[in-house]
């Protein structure tokens, strides 16, 4: 199975946090960071087909009605909007894997 590009930057992402090294290069670190968030939100925009990423929001909230995809939206919404503190790691992985998952949520959307 190949791996979509989200899904290459997602865990080339998630593998340069693990490393202990980063934080030591906060600039790499923004413009990776920075080049996710610009995949995963043409990915949520081109995957469902709306403008604008508030539409996807809401069509998410439409379909899942539950906390923990409401929870999960709220924090990829935060990540995306590059509100995300790039000292605070352990933010970042939660913001990757938020914007990742919901990624996939849209993915059961529309099967």
Not at 36 to 54: D, P, S, V, Y
Request: glycine content about 2%; charged content about 25%.
């Amino acid at each position: 199975m190949e791996l979509t590009i989200l899904q290459q930057h997602f865990w080339a992402v998630k593998t340069l946090l693990e490393s202990n090294n980063i934080q030591n290069y906060p600039f790499v670190l923004e413009k990776i960071i920075d080049e996710f968030r610009q995949i995963c939100i043409k990915e949520l925009l081109t995957k469902t087909g709306l403008n604008n990423l508030a539409s996807v929001y809401s069509m998410i909230k439409e379909y899942f009605k539950d906390n923990t995809t409401t929870a999960e939206l709220e924090v990829c919404a935060f990540f995306l909007n590059n509100k995300t503190n790039l000292n605070n790691i352990e933010d970042l992985k939660l913001g990757i894997n938020a914007a990742f998952n919901i990624s996939n949520v849209i993915d059961e959307i529309r099967r």
